[in-house]
């Protein structure tokens, strides 16, 4: 299999950069906003979640290395 694009939808760019809201702090601060108790009890408590087709992953890595 020697073509890249092998299963991927290439006709369009893949987003580049960092979004401010898959940030866990963000999404405490919008789920408290909302009226909803966050995942989050506590600021630093362990948090996961999945991203899922959000560009080049970039920003999933620098919120890994920040919420190790």
Excluded at 34 to 59: A, D, H, N, S, V
């Amino acid at each position: 299999m020697n073509d890249w694009s092998h299963g991927y939808d290439v006709s369009e760019g893949y987003t580049y950069g960092f979004r401010h809201e898959m940030a866990p702090d963000w999404m405490d601060l919008c789920a408290r906003l909302g009226g909803q108790e966050p995942p989050r009890t506590t600021p630093g408590q362990r948090f996961r979640y999945l991203e899922l087709g959000c560009g080049q992953g970039i920003g999933l890595c620098l919120l890994a290395a920040a919420n190790p």
